[in-house]
């Protein structure tokens, strides 16, 4: 008599032999789709500048320096906490990976509070296209980080739950992929917005 193997939950729910390598596309994918969002973004900014009201941020809040370093933190604690989980250190992958969500929320605390400084100054919403352009890139990476946050929790629960860290060390190290992704954005974001200017444009890409 022929028996039929029982399959488990997981098995029947997600046949593939390598739901990691999928998971791996499917990030690089997102980041993908991410990437030509900011693009057009960007792109449109730089064309915006060709209009007479365009007048550049006049200033950095000091925030943002604040808002750099809690991501960069963010990023090395994520890196430490896949380097912690593949080695099977649950203890040391919980406590990264918490230093690593916090930071993240404090870099979110960090963008409201330049938001509100720079609302202070006059530098509104409406004031100007380029202040525009600066709460709209900001706002839309800041959604980005939370999404993220709200991924990793729930990609670290059985970590939270005790659980060892080798079965969610993919989990972890897919989270560690895309907070250096988030820095790298910051990063271009933050050049854009207040070292490209109308007069950088114009010795880069000749007089209209």
């Known amino acids: 008599m022929t028996t039929i193997p029982s399959l488990s939950p997981e098995a029947v729910l997600w046949p593939g032999p390598d739901r990691q390598a999928v998971r791996r596309v499917g990030l690089w994918v997102l980041i993908g789709v991410v990437s030509m969002l900011f693009l057009l973004f960007g792109a449109a900014y730089v064309m915006r500048m060709a209009v007479s009201d365009w007048r550049p941020l006049p200033v950095v809040p000091w925030q943002l320096w ?3 370093e809690l991501l960069l933190a963010a990023s090395i604690a994520w890196q430490l906490a896949s380097r912690a989980a593949s080695r099977g250190k649950p203890a040391q992958a919980r406590l990264a990976g918490a230093l690593a969500c916090g930071a993240s929320v404090l870099f979110l605390g960090a963008q409201l509070w330049a938001w509100h400084a720079m609302s202070g100054l006059g530098l509104t919403v409406a004031a100007n296209p380029a202040n525009s352009f600066f709460y709209l890139i900001t706002g839309l990476h800041g959604m980005h980080v939370l999404g993220g946050l709200f991924a990793a929790v729930l990609a670290g629960r059985p970590l ?9 060390s993919g989990a ?3 989270c560690a992929r ?3 992704f ?3 954005l910051w990063l271009a974001m933050f050049a854009m917005l207040f070292l490209v200017t109308p007069a950088v444009v114009q010795a880069i ?3 209209p």
């Open 66 to 68: 604040c808002s750099t």
């Open 160 to 168: 939270l739950r005790g659980g060892g860290a080798l079965r969610t």
């Open 172 to 174: 972890i190290e897919l």
């Open 178 to 180: 895309y907070w250096h």
């Open 182 to 184: 988030l820095l790298l």
């Open 205 to 207: 890409c000749g007089s």
